[in-house]
């Protein structure tokens, strides 16, 4: 079965920085998205971040110019760097991966256990 492992969230001053990583480990063919969510207390899960193969990265216009998604494709990792970051951004951040679970077969949503980042004076 697929596990999302999540690390890297934390308490950060407002305009500091943080880097989340999300490792997929478990039988692994094929990813065909990764993608990062957060969600604030009583507010709905946002798409912050996603990558496919083959495409561009998408950002929320909200974090545009301030993270940058990346991935590293032989950990099957994906990362998160959150520069100038404000109070706002403060939320549980969610890994998300869509992964067949045998080749050709359909694709399946796996989600991390989430990752509180409090950004805070």
């Known amino acids: 079965q697929v596990q999302l492992v999540e690390s890297g969230g934390g308490l950060v001053q407002p305009g500091g920085s943080l880097r989340l990583s999300c490792a997929a480990s478990?039988?692994?063919?094929?990813?065909?998205?990764m993608a990062w969510y957060r969600q604030a207390p009583g507010k709905q899960r946002e798409l912050v971040a996603s990558?496919?193969?083959?495409?561009?990265?998408n950002y929320a216009d909200s974090v545009k110019g301030r993270f940058t998604m990346s991935r590293d494709s032989a950990k099957n990792t994906v990362y998160l760097q959150m520069n100038s970051l404000k109070p706002e951004d403060t939320a549980v951040f969610y890994c998300?991966?869509?992964?067949?679970?045998?080749?050709?077969?359909?694709?399946?949503?796996?989600w991390g256990q989430g990752t509180q980042v409090t950004v805070s004076s």
């Open positions: 478990g039988t692994i063919f094929n990813i065909d998205m």
């Open positions: 990558m496919a193969p083959g495409s561009d990265t």
């Open positions: 998300f991966a869509k992964i067949p679970k045998r080749w050709g077969g359909a694709a399946y949503d796996y």
